[in-house]
T-cell receptor, first 111, second 115 residues
Framework: TQLLEQSPQFLSIQEGENLTVYCNSS?????LQWYRQEPGEGPVLLVT?????EVKKLKRLTFQFGDARKDSSLHITAAQPGDTGLYLC???????????FGGGTRLMVKP | ETGVTQTPRHLVMGMTNKKSLKCEQH?????MYWYKQSAKKPLELMFV???????ENNSVPSRFSPECPNSSHLFLHLHTLQPEDSALYLC??????????????FGQGTRLTVV
């Protein structure tokens, strides 16, 4: 069992659709991050959330940190083919100092 | 360009070969990491260095040997690997360990194939 569970594992949608992916844990995190990884590249940081209930927007992407700081969601509005990639959440547990990654959601947006 | 450079980008090696992966960061970060990314598996943390001292070794087989000669450079020495070691090896750095500064900046990875 992973510390951070991401769902769904795979998602294939048409351009223009909306989607939400989730990152869940039974542990409390001091912060959570979302990364996007494109084929043949390393993950690139999209956002960091640190306060329970926090919402951050990055163009068509909306990130939310759960009130209890155990979960997070990423919502994409009007998805585009350029959004295709592996979305990874990562967090530092309250009592820890290491970054732990979830298994990722592989998103494909078809034109 | 994330400021973390890995070489080579691709490597094919036989099981009896010895090779090294190199990582360099120009961000002034104090912590550096090696991760393994296999198909159908999440990112696996292999080694962590903070201020050139190894602080984490996640039960990695001894055929993988890290080296951190200074805070800007990290190596992963490989010898007598197995085909199941084929994967994308990612290097990352962060300002520090701990609650602040654990945002990780990744290199592009080395795609390793063991034949």
């Amino acid at each position: 069992t992973q510390l951070l569970e991401q769902s769904p594992q795979f998602l294939s949608i048409q351009e223009g659709e909306n989607l939400t992916v989730y990152c869940n844990s039974s542990s409390v995190f001091s912060s959570l991050q979302w990364y996007r990884q494109e084929p043949g590249e390393g993950p690139v940081l999209l956002v960091t959330v640190v306060t329970g209930g926090e919402v951050k927007k990055l163009k068509r992407l909306t990130f939310q940190f759960g009130d209890a700081r155990k979960d997070s969601s990423l919502h994409i509005t009007a998805a585009q083919p350029g959004d295709t990639g592996l979305y990874l959440c990562a967090g530092v547990e309250n009592a820890g100092n290491m970054l732990t990654f979830g298994g990722g959601t592989r998103l494909m947006v078809k034109p | 360009e994330t400021g973390v450079t890995q070489t080579p980008r691709h490597l094919v090696m036989g099981m009896t070969n010895k090779k090294s992966l190199k990582c360099e960061q120009h961000l002034g970060h104090n912590a550096m990491y090696w991760y393994k990314q296999s198909a159908k598996k999440p990112l696996e943390l292999m080694f962590v260095y903070s201020l050139e001292e190894r602080v984490e070794n996640n039960s990695v087989p001894s055929r993988f040997s890290p080296e951190c000669p200074n805070s800007s450079h990290l190596f992963l020495h490989l010898h007598t690997l197995q085909p199941e070691d084929s994967a994308l090896y990612l290097c990352a750095s962060s300002q520090d360990l701990g609650l602040k500064g654990t945002e990780a900046f990744f290199g592009q990875g080395t795609r390793l194939t063991v034949v």
